[in-house]
């Protein structure tokens, strides 16, 4: 059987297994973060379900992202009712109460908030070996988010094409270089920083540490200074990036308050093709404080991966 024929058994047999579910349930909201951000606790949110025996629903009605289908094939039911659902997991608005109370104490629902965030990231939890094998996941939680991830991410057609579509010369120049992620915008400036800054020099330093006979590097980053920092610093190297030329760093904020849903789509379709790239190229060499690094380091396996700051983690 194809490794897809596979793949479909696993999304049907995980139907199934969801559906079959009635004492509990989760509706799970997308909301404001980050797509990788929203897609990594969401993996993270169905694999505490499926252990807990928890009926697991999405709620896109707050996703800055769009509509789940505009991108994916639907494998979750979706939650439309007339009672939002509590999606901030940071801060509880007045009107949040409302609605916690609604869910939770009237129809019986968990709230990712309250009941499963924190449980989620427990070591009590992150530490268990895992086993469904009608899901094909049988291992350490690393294991089975990547095998999830498979099972959830079903991409349409559209968005398949967009993402996974290269000129041959492009592909093969990515399949034996190093693939770079470097986050710029508001991962490492102002009030919502994330994370350090690492210059340039240091990822060419690792690039020379890994492998001094590779001279061609996949640059995917939001700023295109820089692509022009690597060329001035390392001339020598051959470079492939399709960051947009005016691109200055990634900002959340000056996403959200975007009203135009064509570029919204473009900007997300941009970070799945980097995605795509990251995971397709020689050597990884990302960060890991970034979620685009850790789901690409699950993707790959963590097969030639490298993080300058911290280990992977699955949170």
């Not at 807990?52 to 629903?57: A, F, P, V, Y």
């Not at 449980?119 to 294991?143: C, V």
């Not at 693939?179 to 994330?194: A, F, N, P, Q, Y």
Request: proline content about 3%; aromatic content about 12%; some cysteine.
């Amino acid at each position: 059987m194809s490794k897809q024929n596979m793949i479909n058994q696993y999304r049907e047999a995980y139907k199934s297994i969801n559906n079959s579910i009635s004492k509990t349930e989760l509706i799970y909201p997308l909301t404001n973060r980050g797509f990788f951000s929203e897609i990594n606790n969401l993996v993270l949110a169905a694999l505490f379900c499926l252990d807990n025996e928890i009926k697991l629903r999405l709620c896109t009605r707050n996703w800055v992202g769009g509509n789940w289908n505009d991108y994916f094939t639907p494998l979750l039911e979706e939650y439309k009712g007339l009672i939002p659902v509590p999606s901030d997991v940071f801060s509880e608005k007045r009107i949040d109460v409302f609605f916690k109370m609604y869910h939770k104490k009237i129809k019986g629902r968990k709230i990712l908030r309250d009941d499963i965030w924190n449980k989620m990231r427990s070591t009590s939890f992150t530490e268990k070996h895992f086993s469904f094998p009608e899901l094909g996941i049988d291992g350490p939680i690393f294991d089975a988010k990547r095998q999830l991830v498979d099972i959830l991410l079903d991409y349409n057609k559209e968005t398949a094409e967009e993402i996974f579509f290269m000129k041959e010369n492009d592909s093969n120049f990515v399949k034996e270089s190093f693939g770079i992620h470097i986050r710029r915008g508001d991962k490492v400036t102002g009030k919502t920083k994330e994370a350090e800054l690492f210059d340039v020099e240091l990822y060419l330093d690792k690039v020379q540490e890994i492998n001094s006979e590779i001279k061609k590097i996949t640059i995917c980053t939001d700023d295109y200074n820089v692509v022009e920092n690597f060329r001035e610093k390392s001339p020598e190297f051959s470079y492939l990036s399709f960051c947009d030329s005016a691109r200055a760093g990634y900002f959340q904020v000056q996403y959200n308050d975007t009203k135009d849903i064509k570029r919204k789509r473009a900007e997300v379709i941009d970070v799945l093709k980097d995605a795509n790239l990251l995971i397709n190229s020689k050597i990884f060499i990302g960060t890991n404080s970034s979620n685009i690094s850790r789901f690409v380091t699950l993707m790959r396996n963590n097969i030639d991966c490298y993080s300058l700051d911290t280990e992977w983690s699955p949170l």
